[in-house]
């Protein structure tokens, strides 16, 4: 038997500063830091098993902070950089749209549209030049604490375990790696991060988070096909007036095109399918011959933080910090989170030169920039609570009045909007069947997941832990239909027939692409998802 995790002698590795996550907002801050101070040890942890594997976002950056780190940036730029040129924005019908005029938040003058994972990749070695040690392949499994209870630091996975929890031949323990703070920048749903924000009651005094699922292509299209520079959103089909969400089109270099979806996951018809809503979307006559022709490159999905100013959890606690998607910095309005990210990296950076400690960071945080913009806009994705049409009045509204509305609306937790069968009033949205005719690749989610480079030894304990099966069953199949088949993009979860001729669930944990929907949107919060072995998962090929 394998000993309990607290009686392995494990190795231990001590740094000045322990960042979890080479993101965008975790490589921001180990760059300032070593900027502030080059003697400064510092040490980044990654997930994937190269720095940029998981990063996943549309993605149009403001190269403000980026400006700030890295000067010179422009002249050995990532692989994927093409300058913004144009903004649509429109409003789809079933057959036709109508073009409407850009919000003002989405005016991508002056920005640029990337590949998050290029980015990301190209970045590392220039934070590597300042001298920051980054470990690719070791994921963050808890986070430790001291005699007072304060963080103080991590302890990353255990090797070489089989499926059943059980040491391999190739067993290794886990390190503990510590430090006088540690930088939380797990990104969306961060399995760490929400532990410490559980333990600490972070969010207390905070409205419920609130997210969205983003699915995204990158094709390679016919020569006329694409528009180099050109950024097109889009609202309406074929999502319903009620439910929050739209579509993108950026056009890069080399005839690519990026294009994906988000389905905002506090949507109340459980047998909506954010999948084969995507699928759809690239089969509407304004976008499919954009497309045709072509070929997908890579593929993906990936949960992303909706709440904006009114769900940020105070982002100190003893001994560590919350930063970037970990917090919840992304700007919805402006469809853009990389550069408040890593603005809100540099501020933690400064904020520990200045003061080597946690105490202060959520109120620098709350009164920068960063704070700020999000303040700003802080009414604008509540406001489609209400659906598409008050949403987008209240948008213009907020818009004029640059966010100086004496009130402040608030979100709920995404899973409580969902809604039982029983409650259920008419047929189910179209989305609930797969009936799109498979035109355009992929031919279904398990080749989606073939273009997402996923890669998991089935032979290690199942990252994806459900509490207790016997809901999925006795429940949850009557109660909600079992969603958890539906608003999976990588078919993880299956209802099958077991050799008694009784229903169970099975969890196909090696299709998982860590998008985190599972955690999020179960409408018991009974499945846990946690890091598995390091290196394991998606590899988001210039996505």
Known sequence: MLPMSEDIERDVMAYDVLIVGAGPAGLAAAMRIKQNAPETEVCVLEKAAEVGGHSLAGAVIETGPLDELVPDW??????????????????????????LPTPPQQNNHGNVI??????????????????VEIYPGFAAAEALFDDEGAVKGVRTPDMGLDRAGQPKD????????????????????GHCTKQLIERFELDAHADPQTYGIGLKELWKVPEGQCQPGLIQHTIGWPLDDDTYGGGF??????????????????????????????????????IKPMLEGGEIVSAGARALVEGGWQSLPRVEMPGALLIGDAAGTL?????????????????????????QAADGFDAALRASNVGAELKKVRNIRPGFNKGKWLGLANAVWETATRGASPWTLHNHADWRATRRLDELNGPPPEQAEDYVKRDLPPRDRLASVYYAQTEHDEDQPVHLQVLDTNICIERCTHEYGNPCTRFCPASVYEIV???????????NAANCVHCKTCDIKDPYQIINWVAPEGGSGPNYYNL
Request: charge should be negative; proline fraction near 7%.
């Open 74 to 99: 422009r002249d050995d730029p990532p692989a994927i950089c093409v300058d913004a040129a144009e903004d649509e924005f429109w409003l789809l019908h079933e057959h036709g749209g109508s073009r």
């Open 114 to 131: 990337v590949s998050l994972a290029n980015m990301m990749a190209w970045l590392a070695p220039k934070a590597e030049a300042l001298g």
């Open 170 to 189: 190739s067993y290794t323990p886990g390190i503990e790696i510590h430090a006088p703070i540690t930088l939380f920048a797990e990104g969306c749903r």
């Open 249 to 286: 089109l950026y056009h890069l270099d080399n005839n690519q095109i990026a294009i994906g979806f988000v389905v905002g996951l506090d949507y109340a018809d459980p047998r909506l399918r954010p999948f084969e809503v995507f699928q759809q979307f690239k089969h509407h006559p304004r």
């Open 331 to 355: 700007n919805v309005p402006k469809i853009k989170g990389i550069h408040t990210a890593m603005q809100a990296g540099i501020i933690a950076a400064d904020h520990v030169a200045a003061h």
């Open 497 to 507: 027939e077991n050799a008694n001729g009784e229903a169970e669930l099975k969890i």
